[in-house]
């Protein structure tokens, strides 16, 4: 009678394979791909722009491992003699999860991180401000969208040098594959126009029109059947049919500043998880109907994000709060924040990146990076119970030794009008302003502002030295080169 425990293992194997594949096949994988359970052996990790730094998280102790250092804060990458890589922004990964690409849009880079040991083995140079990087899903090929030019740039998968450019119209933001490997997606972030690409021939096959130029990122869903992309400028997340003819399948309105997509495939079903930085919110979306069945509150201009290995979870990054989101994605609450570098853009999770060993060899702490003020701005004339809550405006100054990097995540203004960020010398922005940065709203009436200074030294309450003018943050319209009366002000 032995044969019945026999069948009986066979059969309790079987059925624990087919619940394992209920719910398989994650981004950027196939949907029979198996799913790995969150484990130590996983990796998150976030490219950082301002510290110049990956930070690397376990996410089962939901633990900053360390960061690896790309190169240094501003102003020591002045000098023309400088080595190291530059506003450090995109990162795609190996099939065998051994390597991390990460581009650095300052330094036209790509450097290839082993994820066991976190060195640097290798760094590519190429045109002029490239944006993202992603394996294809052989291997064989790393493609890297310049977008400071007109082509992608394709790299051996294995030497990681040039073997190849296609060229597409002017400023190519992103690229994701086919599960299959058949396809790839290339969105535009100056041109309304996505490129679908023979992965085979490198010849272009289709076209989709995109409803604005300003693609930042784009995500393919495991079955194979769609593409979801992003439009940053007019707060829109667009979806088209991944075969051919590539049609156009619904328009979104998402938000202001609205950043990354990503896909989740859990028991629920599959979803499409969309960052609003204008908003500090993720949106989710079913992908049978397109109903949006969640809004997450996240923090400061979620930017990056990324599913695990099981779609148990999404990671996202806070770009102005120097943090990483994890967020269960059955219930679609945060469940973990775990503090990183400076204004963490890409974002990915790698399933099994460290086979054994604690993969923090190559790391160095927080320090300086994790340094950051947070301030808010609110609509002019509000008076002081105004507080965060009411705020269309985040601030955050990312800490650089002497000087701090400003950046802005400004909403509810006029769309498509020049204004001014600049300091008053009152609270309610009445009198001189000194204009810090000048900047055009997008078609939302949003726009990232950045510039740099000893700004903290004059604003941050508490913290001027002995003898400094106070001076506050405001928000102006800009008229023949003058600034206007002010429509947002520093929070008290």
Known sequence: M????????????????????ASAGQAPGALSDADVPVSHHDRVYAAEQFSNTVSVIDPAASKLVGLIRLGDPTPANFSPLYHGQLLVHGMGYSPDHRTIAVVSIGSNSVSFIDTQTNAVKHVTYVGRSPHEAFFTPDGKEVWVTVRGENYVSVLDGTTFEEKARIIVPAGPGMQIFSPDGKYGYVCSSFNPETEVISVADHKIVGKVEQA??????????????????????????????????????????TGPITNHVNIVHNANGM?????????????????????????????????????????????????????????????????????????????????????????????????????????????????????????PTNVALFEQGLVQVLQAAVTGLQPKQPYVLGLSDHPDGSGNIDVLASFMTNPA???????????????????????????????APQTSGKAGAPVQVQAP
């Open 2 to 21: 032995k044969p019945i425990p026999i069948l009986a293992a066979a059969l309790a194997a079987i059925a624990m394979a087919a619940a394992q594949f």
């Open 212 to 253: 604005s130029p300003f693609c930042p990122d784009l995500a393919a869903t495991p079955d194979g059947k769609q593409v979801w992309f992003t439009l940053k400028d007019v707060g829109k997340t667009q979806v088209f049919d991944a075969r051919p003819p590539f049609a156009l399948l619904k328009t979104l309105d």
């Open 271 to 391: 979803f499409a998880y969309v960052t609003v930085g204008g908003l500090n919110l993720v949106k989710v979306f079913r992908t049978d109907d397109f109903s949006q069945v969640a809004t997450i509150p996240v923090g400061s201009l979620p930017h990056g994000i990324w599913p695990s290995g099981d779609g148990s979870r999404v990671y996202v990054g806070l770009e102005n709060a120097d943090a990483m989101a994890a967020v269960d994605t059955l219930t679609n609450t945060v469940i973990a924040t775990v503090p990183i570098g400076q204004a963490p853009q890409a974002v990915t999770y790698v399933p099994n990146a460290v086979p054994e060993g604690d993969g923090a060899q190559n790391t160095v702490p927080l320090g300086l990076a994790g340094q950051t003020d947070h301030l808010t701005m609110v609509p002019a004339g509000m008076g002081k119970s105004a507080g965060s809550a009411a705020a």
């Open 445 to 475: 009436g949003s726009a990232i502002v950045n510039t740099i200074g000893q700004i903290r030294q004059v604003v941050a309450p508490g913290v001027s030295a002995a003898g400094d003018r106070r001076r506050y943050l405001v928000i």
